[in-house]
């Protein structure tokens, strides 16, 4: 997208309205800031974001990975992080929030692991291992693009556990929620749902986001696409879907943008008349 046509984003008359005061957008990762059909950010969204921080407009993220998933976003404009789906939120370097599983739900995601009821991705806050490479896995790394190592799920029960991606269809959380005391699931694709702490969550990472830069709910704008989004939607004052988005994810936010490798971003910005 050259300069000429990000100028000429178009603008739907009468549909969106201008929020009285945006100091800072809360960008989820997949499926928002970058394209996974393209598996890279789009230019327009890198080209957003620079010019939102330029006009003093911060840029924060908020997202169900960590940051060594992020090596395909451009972070130099970021100011603040929220990752793990919430688990842990950083500032500046600066760690103001870390939330990990229960020790006891972790042992017992570990059992339900080693006797064969589903296979899961272990997320510590340096490295990631799943038990087991079956077709779901790979359906994922088809999907997500990313690398996953095979792993001794015994390490999971000597080290500090942020986030689960179990791997069970929807209507099977039970199976995980059944045989633990303090964990929640959420869900981005049908492939996968992420278990949490019963207390996490994006929202709940955003609310602690937003309290360590000094910012009220009605001065943020989130952008997101799916089901992991909806609760963060309800902790700002605006909300943006993405037009590839989920029915959920468009149904619980105040605006729905374009696709974005159509330049959903940006022209979600122009529209909100940030840019």
């Not at 090596?71 to 500032?91: H, R, S």
Request: glycine share 10%; net charge negative.
């Amino acid at each position: 997208m050259d300069e000429k046509s990000l100028e000429a984003a178009p603008v739907v008359p009468g549909s969106w309205s201008t929020p009285a005061k945006v100091r800072a957008v809360l960008l989820d990762v997949d499926g928002t800031t970058l394209s996974l059909g393209q598996n890279c950010e789009p230019a327009s969204t890198r080209e957003a974001i620079r010019r939102l921080a330029e006009n003093g407009v911060m840029p924060l993220l908020a997202t169900g990975r960590t940051s060594y998933l992020l090596d395909k976003i451009d972070l130099t404009d970021f100011g603040g992080f929220v990752t793990f789906n919430g688990q842990l939120v950083e500032v500046g370097g600066r760690t103001v929030h870390s939330n990990p599983l229960d020790r006891a739900d972790v042992r017992a995601v570990v059992e339900q692991v080693r006797s064969g009821l589903y296979s899961c991705l272990f997320m510590e806050r340096e490295r990631m291992y799943v038990n087991v490479m079956d077709d779901r896995v790979q359906a994922m790394i088809e999907l997500t693009h990313n690398h996953y190592e095979p792993g001794d799920v015994a390490w999971a029960l000597e080290n500090e556990v942020y986030q689960l991606n179990a791997f069970l269809a929807p209507g099977e959380e039970h199976l995980i929620l059944n045989g633990t005391r303090r964990c929640k699931c959420t869900r981005w694709s049908d492939i996968f749902c992420d278990v949490m702490p019963v207390e996490g969550g994006k929202d709940a990472g955003v609310r602690i986001l937003m309290d360590a830069l000094g910012l009220a709910p009605e001065e943020c704008v989130a952008f997101g696409d799916g089901g992991n989004d909806v609760d963060m939607f309800g902790a700002v004052g605006t909300s943006v879907a993405m037009g590839n988005g989920g029915a959920e994810a468009k149904a619980a936010a105040t605006y729905v943008t374009d696709h974005i490798d159509a330049d959903g971003f940006w022209n979600a910005c122009v529209r909100l008349g940030l840019l």
